[in-house]
């Protein structure tokens, strides 16, 4: 799979006249819990030629494909990915922090790392997994069977939040492992032997709904949604000029 992807993100450097700077995983292979079926999620980021960025108009700044049974590409553009960085998006924050790196130009994540504690901001961070929280809490977790994916997929998103409420200088961590030091303790024992059974279960697995972990989840979203406002936010200086120095240092670099 590995051999894959690198032909896939090859084939898409030519076909769209393009440089991949940076792809990863992003999904459950990266965060710690894939099932035996579970898919790639590569997501990567691009640069065009130089030329391309002297027009009137912008041209499209993401790019997405048809997802299979085992591949899910999709990409976004620098200029776009430095704009979603400075507005402090969660899910390029876990991009960079990923694990699994399948292509990289040398020293591209080492630029942009610097550059995070000015552009982090726990409010918009917290609010990113709320959002996913309230799918888990209203929608997926409510019947006598939960599917053990999206049980995860909550729980995950769950201890993020508790992270930056109780961190909220700090990013929190993609990986699951690192994110269960959050975990009540007597909570442990139940998580060890769901995550048995995702390792050997496929992605439509349901499991009887385990009452005291759903439990906890449902407190934390509440008590997430009371600190969304509360939480303190640090004063850092505009990270623009900064950004927009790191955007210029790579375009000479990717011109044909």
Same mark, same amino acid.
């Given at each position: 799979?590995?051999?894959?992807?690198?032909?896939? &993100?090859?084939?898409?450097?030519?076909?769209?006249?393009?440089?991949?700077?940076?792809?990863?995983? /992003?999904?459950?292979?990266?965060?710690?819990?894939?099932?035996?079926? /579970?898919?790639?999620?590569?997501?990567?980021?691009?640069?065009?030629?130089?030329?391309?960025?002297?027009?009137?108009?912008?041209?499209?700044?993401?790019?997405?494909?048809?997802?299979?049974?085992?591949?899910?590409?999709?990409?976004?553009?620098?200029?776009?990915?430095?704009?979603?960085?400075?507005?402090?998006?969660?899910?390029?924050?876990?991009?960079?922090? /990923?694990?699994?790196?399948?292509?990289?130009?040398?020293?591209?994540?080492?630029?942009?790392?610097?550059?995070?504690?000015?552009?982090?901001?726990?409010?918009?961070? &917290?609010?990113?997994?709320?959002?996913?929280?309230?799918?888990?809490?209203?929608?997926?977790?409510?019947?006598?069977?939960?599917?053990?994916?999206?049980?995860?997929?909550?729980?995950? /998103?769950?201890?993020?939040?508790?992270?930056?409420?109780?961190?909220?200088?700090?990013?929190?961590?993609?990986?699951?492992?690192?994110?269960?030091?959050?975990?009540?303790?007597?909570?442990?024992?139940?998580?060890?032997?769901?995550?048995?059974?995702?390792?050997?279960?496929?992605?439509?697995?349901?499991?009887?709904?385990?009452?005291?972990?759903?439990?906890? &989840?449902?407190?934390?979203?509440?008590?997430?949604?009371?600190?969304?406002?509360?939480?303190?936010?640090?004063?850092?200086?505009?990270?623009?000029?900064?950004?927009?120095?790191?955007?210029?240092?790579?375009?000479?670099?990717?011109?044909?």
């Amino acid at each position: 799979m590995y051999a894959r992807i690198q032909t896939a &993100l090859t084939q898409l450097e030519a076909r769209h006249n393009i440089r991949i700077l940076y792809a990863c995983e /992003s999904g459950s292979r990266a965060w710690g819990f894939p099932s035996p079926d /579970s898919d790639y999620d590569v997501r990567f980021i691009y640069a065009h030629p130089a030329d391309w960025y002297l027009t009137l108009d912008d041209g499209p700044d993401t790019l997405n494909f048809p997802v299979d049974e085992e591949l899910d590409l999709a990409g976004w553009e620098l200029r776009k990915t430095l704009k979603l960085l400075r507005g402090a998006n969660a899910a390029l924050f876990e991009w960079l922090q /990923s694990p699994v790196v399948y292509q990289e130009a040398p020293g591209f994540r080492a630029a942009l790392q610097p550059l995070l504690p000015a552009c982090w901001n726990p409010r918009a961070g &917290l609010h990113h997994y709320l959002g996913l929280m309230r799918r888990g809490v209203t929608d997926d977790l409510t019947g006598e069977e939960v599917r053990l994916k999206r049980l995860f997929y909550a729980l995950r /998103s769950t201890l993020a939040a508790r992270w930056i409420q109780q961190r909220p200088a700090e990013m929190p961590p993609m990986e699951f492992s690192t994110l269960r030091s959050l975990l009540p303790p007597e909570l442990n024992g139940s998580v060890d032997e769901l995550l048995a059974r995702k390792a050997t279960a496929d992605e439509k697995t349901t499991v009887p709904r385990p009452a005291a972990l759903v439990e906890f &989840l449902q407190a934390e979203y509440v008590a997430a949604v009371a600190a969304r406002e509360t939480l303190p936010v640090a004063r850092h200086a505009d990270p623009t000029p900064e950004l927009t120095a790191l955007f210029r240092e790579w375009l000479p670099d990717i011109v044909r």
